[in-house]
């Protein structure tokens, strides 16, 4: 939760903070059961951080960019960290360049009347963002000699969200991918990659880690294919609620796959 705050991710930081909260009242009930009564402790996902070592002029520097990205001063805040090139400091120089530009790009049609007019109106960064993160992910591959990259995962996201909007969905699903097979608590990332899957099976051959937030990601793709016919949304999910029992997304999921198979009892 801490990391996806940090950059101005609220959406996935809540979703982020719900889950860590069903794990720790877990924990909590397991320590007054006996031995024999305990989960096995593998079925929990394990919390993790990503530490940086910076100096305290890019802190203080990072710091003031997230308060300027806080109150929506984005062209403020990349411009504050125009000269940092920590993980952290350029997530959120870029993002804030991202951000800026979806704000024009919506006050660009505003001033349009006809429709079709407003829908060709795109986000002006998106090119420079492109080439900026692609040179970083194709410099990371080729280093590495790898089919992956050992890119930071929020910038691998945000450079996955450029490619989608710059219509290249199969590069961008394979960005997305090492995005959450190395962070797999950025639920941004995972909606992202479900909006990029139009079959079920390209779903299989997308090359993602055992997680149990990968299972939540299957639930969240079988439910927007409708693939609820045979079940097994429902089974993934029954699974998904043994672990997190209070889970409101979960409770809703469950709530969409019944209507989805008009079983209202």
């Not at 429709?115 to 002006?124: C, E, F, G, I, S």
């Not at 995972?190 to 990968?214: A, M, Q, Y």
């Amino acid at each position: 939760t801490k990391e996806l705050s940090e950059r101005g991710l609220y959406h996935a930081a809540k979703w982020a903070g719900e889950l860590v909260t069903q794990i720790l009242s877990e924990e909590d009930d397991q320590r007054e059961l006996p031995s024999s009564e305990k989960k096995s402790k593998t079925k929990s996902p394990s919390r993790m951080n990503i530490k940086e070592n910076i100096s305290e002029e890019e802190s203080d520097a990072v710091a003031l960019a997230k308060t300027y990205l806080d109150l929506r001063e984005y062209t403020r805040a990349a411009r504050t960290l125009q000269d940092y090139n920590g993980s952290k400091a350029m997530f959120l120089r870029c993002y804030s360049t991202y951000l800026a530009g979806e704000r024009g790009r919506l006050e660009e049609m505003q001033q349009k009347s006809e429709p079709l007019a407003r829908a060709k109106v795109t986000n002006r960064e998106l090119t420079k963002l492109n080439d900026e993160l692609g040179s970083i992910y194709r410099g990371e591959k080729k280093q590495r000699n790898a089919d992956s990259s050992n890119m930071d995962p929020f910038l691998l996201y945000l450079y996955g969200l450029v490619l989608k909007q710059l219509d290249r969905p199969k590069l961008a699903m394979e960005v997305l991918v090492s995005s959450v097979n190395s962070y797999p608590y950025n639920w941004s990332a995972w909606r992202c990659l479900t909006s990029l899957i139009k079959t079920k099976e390209t779903v299989s051959n997308l090359g993602l880690t055992g997680h149990c937030i990968k299972q939540m990601f299957l639930a969240d793709v079988y439910l927007e294919l409708q693939h609820h016919e045979t079940t097994q949304v429902l089974d993934i999910l029954d699974a998904l609620t043994e672990l997190f029992p209070n889970s409101t997304h979960l409770a809703a999921q469950t709530a969409m796959a019944h209507y989805n198979m008009r079983d209202f009892d």
